[in-house]
């Protein structure tokens, strides 16, 4: 089928950005449309381009809270008060992706919005790849590199995200089916579906590209020191809030598990390790306090990869709060009870106690609650009540933890993978274990440890065909039930 041209005629041509202070760049605001020639006619067009494809990368529906803590955690069976049938919530923790009950908030329009986000948010990529090269008199060499390959990386891993939702999981029967359209070109004209085998070597071709360009100037990825950046230009800042170099190879790694290369996923995946730019948060350092300039509840030095979204208070308000004018809406509300996360993070084992992570830990990442007389908790991982604290508008994408545990997977005996693994662990107040018997057992703990809120866990139940969702609605999943349908509209406009 085609690529329909509803999605291809959206995108915006141009983004202000305040220059006032080392945040601002993330508050962008959209213009109304300029002209090509005088968008890209100076450096700084060719920033609020770029700009432009972070911002759509935060909107609802995409990792503003669709592919993070919202559709996919829900898909995950994080969220079982989202599990009854008196909402479209219900539809779609039961993989119903057709539903159109609830009115206009609807699965399949849920599903629908994501697809046509992502493909806005390329159609900007495409529009910065279009001129780039043509204008080089204009870039210096460093804008240069920095412009197109993060332009190019975000194209390769949105691809790669959609290709994860919208077709079948990648392995030897699967490689040749027809997955989604690639569009390389900032046109209206449709595009053919191309195979999961080949949208995967073209993400993994841009990817290495990417690489190549970002490399020359890894040294200003000033990561290390928790959004700590000193640079005067401000392009140069809050690296970690860009697809820099680092974001790139954990990409790489990720993908190259994906498709079963784990000698290339263990070498992507040690290169981010061993690069010593992110660090485990430590205990000491937590602070749950949101109303302070120091919480930090996502772990922000460990991040290698995250999403700044401005108006992320707007949606924790609704979503993972109890407020006088959101009093447990089941409609709105992402709670769990209290039992199933002391059972995620196996708090009656010896020792596991000290979890971080855990509801009772001395500094609670969760707020209790009690309705119809259960204990439910919802995370506080987003809360964002200091305006002042860039940290708390912050949804990482890629973190230090999937480094390890994709190192733990890949590598070549249980013994050493269990190595990795117990990083982590100890990291979180967890002690070692000693048996590698069961490594793979354990690395799927702490996938439902470590990414609640964040849309991983999806992700490996998929790569995994995990048969039964622990938590879920206890439906058998299937491929079907694992692929996201092409919206009606995509497919209207095919031949």
């Not at 089916?177 to 073209?202: C, G, H, N, S, W």
Request: a neutral charge; one cysteine or more; aromatic letters at 12%.
């Amino acid at each position: 089928m085609k690529f329909s041209r509803k999605y291809g005629l959206i995108c915006l041509l141009g983004v202000a950005i305040s220059l006032t202070a080392c945040k601002k760049w993330l508050d962008i605001t959209p213009r109304t449309q300029i002209k090509e020639s005088e968008q890209f006619s100076s450096r700084q067009g060719f920033i609020d381009a770029l700009f432009g494809i972070y911002q759509r990368a935060a909107t609802d529906s995409m990792y503003g809270n669709s592919l993070s803590f919202g559709v996919l955690d829900v898909l995950a069976g994080r969220y079982e008060n989202k599990s009854g049938i008196g909402n479209w919530y219900g539809g779609l923790a039961r993989y119903n992706y057709t539903s159109t009950a609830s009115g206009t908030l609807n699965v399949e329009r849920k599903i629908s919005e994501i697809w046509g986000a992502a493909y806005n948010a390329i159609a900007q990529a495409n529009y910065i790849l279009k001129n780039v090269d043509s204008h080089r008199d204009i870039l210096d060499e460093t804008t240069y590199g920095i412009i197109k390959g993060e332009t190019l990386g975000m194209r390769a891993f949105m691809h790669f995200d959609l290709l994860r939702l919208y077709a079948p999981a990648y392995n030897t029967a699967n490689a040749q089916k027809p997955a989604i359209p690639y569009m390389e070109l900032f046109t209206v004209v449709p595009q053919d579906r191309l195979t999961v085998a080949a949208v995967t070597d073209k993400c993994e071709k841009e990817l290495l590209e990417a690489e190549t360009l970002l490399s020359v100037n890894k040294d200003i990825d000033q990561i290390a020191g928790n959004q700590g950046s000193t640079s005067a230009d401000l392009f140069l800042m809050y690296r970690q809030n860009h697809l820099n170099y680092w974001a790139v190879k954990a990409t790489l790694a990720r993908l190259y598990l994906y498709k079963g290369d784990k000698v290339n996923a263990l070498k992507y995946a040690k290169e981010v390790i061993d690069s010593k730019k992110f660090r485990f948060i430590t205990a000491a350092e937590i602070n749950n306090d949101a109303s302070t300039t120091a919480s930090d509840m996502t772990f922000s030095s460990e991040h290698i990869f995250s999403i700044y979204v401005s108006d992320l208070r707007r949606v924790v308000e609704e979503l993972f709060k109890q407020t006088p004018n959101n009093n447990n809406n089941d409609s709105r509300d992402l709670y769990t009870a209290l039992s199933k996360v002391n059972a995620m993070y196996e708090k009656d084992l010896p020792f596991y106690g000290t979890d971080i992570r855990l509801p009772d830990a001395s500094k609670s990442l969760w707020t209790p609650a009690t309705i119809v007389g259960v204990a439910y908790v919802y995370s506080k991982k987003y809360h964002a009540d200091n305006p002042n604290n860039v940290k708390q508008r912050l949804i990482p994408v890629l973190r230090l933890p999937e480094m390890y545990y994709i190192a733990a997977e890949a590598a070549p005996t249980p013994d050493e993978g269990l190595t990795y693994l117990n990083t982590v662990r100890v990291a979180r107040g967890l002690p070692a274990l000693t048996a590698s018997d069961k490594l793979e057992a354990e690395i799927l703990k702490e996938y439902r440890k470590e990414f609640y809120g964040e849309g991983q866990l999806w992700f490996y139940f998929k790569r995994k065909n995990t048969i039964t969702i622990p938590d879920g609605t206890g439906i058998i999943m299937t491929e079907a039930a694992y692929t996201f349908p092409r919206p009606q509209a995509e497919i209207e406009f095919g031949k």
